[in-house]
């Protein structure tokens, strides 16, 4: 089971990141997947969800400015993330969740400047 996270950076206020997940090892289309987000000395904190039915949910800080998405047929989960704020600054970290079973990738740093 794996799950792989990429397309951190850096980026100025304003602008835009896509982070993908690349995921391997589990039957990822029954699995709800979700993009997490942390910086230090705060909690791992929930960014943006999306279940095996298509229901997205979003954290009220990002609503009208991240996308979630997913393409089952390559396994993968994207994070489309535009007019980045400095306070969007954190590691990124996807998660696939399922019944009993839960997978986190390793993390991906953004950093948006201002």
């Known amino acids: 089971v794996q799950l792989q996270a990429s397309g951190g950076g850096l980026v100025q206020a304003g602008g835009s990141l896509r982070l993908s997940c690349e995921a391997s090892?589990?039957?990822?289309?029954?699995?709800?997947i979700s993009w997490h987000r942390q910086v230090p000395g705060k909690q791992r904190e929930l960014v943006a969800s999306?279940?095996?039915?298509?229901?997205?949910n979003y954290e009220d800080a990002v609503k009208g400015r991240f996308t979630i998405s997913r393409d089952n047929a390559k396994n993968m989960v994207y994070l489309q993330m535009n007019s980045l704020k400095p306070e969007d600054t954190a590691v990124y970290y996807c998660?696939?969740?399922?019944?009993?079973?839960?997978?986190w990738g390793q993390g991906t740093l953004v950093t948006v400047s201002s």
């Open positions: 090892g589990f039957a990822f289309s029954r699995y709800t």
């Open positions: 998660k696939a969740g399922w019944w009993r079973n839960t997978y």
């Open positions: 999306l279940d095996w039915a298509g229901v997205t």
